[in-house]
């Protein structure tokens, strides 16, 4: 019985086609006159007067209905012939649809959203003109919820065009996303907002100018101001759709958002200026909007001014060099001199985007200054941030210039107090060596990079060891490393181990362009002390050191000058010592000659089978597994493997301990 009036609810049938998803049927199981919850708030539509309340959870029988206390009767909408007419088929289908309709009115948050994520499923079972009659109004009047779920709402309205029969009727859409639109939760609004612009863009200009323009003159001129704010996002859209006479007035009524008394909508107002300018032509802005945008960058509020810095980007792509040397150029030097440093941070991070809209020419005449200001900013973030600017704009002006205003604030900038601006400093200046030339980098670059590789900062220290390749092809390797090569040794023994993981990565670089017998002299030695290392991530570094030495200098060279040293490591007391062998046995195997995997790698571990520490045995089991397939490769050690290691892996297997069990186990599949 339960399943029958539920499968009839969901599909509307009934003596008198009672509404199935009006929140008044779906109201609680003792009082479907009373206020019901949907969601998680109340319901005040009432049921037209034809229709009559069913209750879901009712287990009155249906072919007998009782009416209830304070309600109107109840339809028989489990009648006789209905239920003849109803399948198992049917009922099957309807059943979950069913159930998602009762999630909806859930006390549970998660049923309430797992159900809202279903509402595809529901509108597909509907139709579209059930979605668009009741769908629809049910979620128009369930909107006091949970904050997560009114978030999903939006998510699912913006793809429910087709579920409402296509475009032609999406402008049913509106209404429950306006009523999301005005919540206080701001990634409600937003998704709301990004749900409006996406049905606004399947709307025809009829429907744009009976429904959406309605919408948004609600929304704009709506007493609490979170409905303002998210009109502000809604205007480029429509723009485009709209009459003349329609433009005027949404012009009219942007106007009035960027002025609003609310620091807050004045703030989204100037975060979509950019967007709406877009759709406007160039009279419409310098007559109506420039004078609003002067207004924005004087705003009292410094959020508000930050914002406008995005926006001269934007309203400068459309006036012409004349005109934004004319009028934006005195905007852009105030809000690079503003008294926020917030806004001139942003001015600074967006410095070689806005040279880029404004031109070159304008870049080399007005800008280098204004650039060089910030470079000698008071504060620390603003003078990083423009640091970060230093390369591309480099670019953009001639190398006199660079060489006069430019490389002396970067003298200043390596000795500054601030430890964030010396590290910007050294995460960027590698890249002016290209842009300089070779000469000029040896001559004014190079002491630089030395001083900041003795940085007290290990961040200092770190940037400028990792950039340093960007040096390599100017100047060369050899005069680089005959110049640093002193201080590159000293940090190899940094005490802080980034720092020490960041030369063992530049190491291979040099020893590709120093050669093999300056190697041996002046790294090597450091190369193989790094094996010893405290720290993990700098011991596993160092066997993949090894391993790209080997490819550049030779299996024969990692017979004379690497295996002895590494295979004494076997010996070590330390088990760390042993394993650390282990791994760069294994790392090297695949780059060694097959000779010396059969006479010196094997041996050696298999001698390690019976170390007394069980992490020793289970790497061994680990570096069989490895070695397996790298003998297999030729004939004449293939036989290597059920002889010698199979047999080894088989002994592990029977280990005491339940790990060297699991991966001698795992490393005989494989080499079976």
Known sequence: MQVDQQANLVNGSGNDGADALNPATLGSPTSPASSSQSLAGPQTASLPSSTVAADI?????????????????????????????????????????????????????????????????????????????????????????????????????????????GPEYAHYLLSPLESLAAVEEVL??????????????VLSASQVELYFIPLLKRLSNGEWFTSRISATGLYASAYPKCSSEQQTELRSMFGQLIQDDTPMVRRAATKAFGNFVKQLSKEELMSQFMPLFVRLTNDDQDTVRHLTVEDLAEISRILSPEEN???????????????????????????????ETLGESITREELVSLFVSLIKDSEGEVKASAIGQIAAFS???????????????IKDLVIDTNQVVRAAVANNICELAPILGKDITIEYLLPLFLQLLKDDYPDVRLNIISKLVNVNPVIGIERLSQSLLPAIVD????????????????IPLLAKELGVQFFDEKLLGLCMSWLGDAV?????????????????FGSDWAMKEVIPQVLKMAQNENYLYRMT?????????????????????????LNLQQDPIPNVRFNVAKSLEVLAPILKREADAAGLVPSQIAPALQKLSSDA????????????????
């Open 57 to 165: 959870h009712s287990t009155t029988d249906l072919r007998q209905p009782t009416d209830l206390p304070g309600s109107p009767p109840a339809a028989n909408i489990g009648n006789t012939d209905s239920l003849n007419r109803t399948t198992g088929t049917e009922e099957q289908e309807l059943y979950p649809i069913a159930v998602l309709v009762d999630e909806l009115k859930n006390e549970d948050v998660q049923h309430r959203l797992n159900a809202i994520q279903n509402l595809g499923t529901i509108a597909m079972a509907l139709g579209p003109q059930r979605t668009r009659d009741e769908l629809i109004p049910f979620l128009n009047d369930s909107i006091d919820d949970e904050d997560e779920v009114l978030l999903e709402v939006a998510r699912e309205l913006e793809r429910f065009t087709d579920y409402v029969g």
């Open 536 to 552: 993990f991530s700098i011991r596993d570094a160092a066997t993949i050191n090894l391993r790209q030495l080997v490819d550049i």
């Open 188 to 201: 409600v609004r937003d998704k709301a907002v990004e749900s409006l612009c996406t049905i606004v863009a």
């Open 325 to 355: 040397k004319q009028t934006l150029l005195p905007i852009l030097k105030a809000l690079g001199q503003d008294r926020s440093w917030r806004v001139r941070y942003v001015v600074a991070s967006s410095f070689t985007k806005l040279c």
């Open 657 to 672: 301990d339940p790990d060297v069990k699991w991966f001698a186990n795992k490393a005989l599949l494989s080499v079976q």
């Open 581 to 605: 062998m282990l791994f760069a046995l294994t790392t090297m195997a695949g780059s060694l000659s097959l000779q010396i995997v059969k006479d010196n790698v094997l041996p050696t571990v």
């Open 491 to 506: 940090l190899a023994q940094d005490k802080q181990w980034r720092v020490r993981l960041a030369i063992i990565e530049y």
């Open 395 to 409: 670019r953009m002006v001639d190398e006199l210039t660079v060489m006069d205003k430019v490389l002396p604030c």
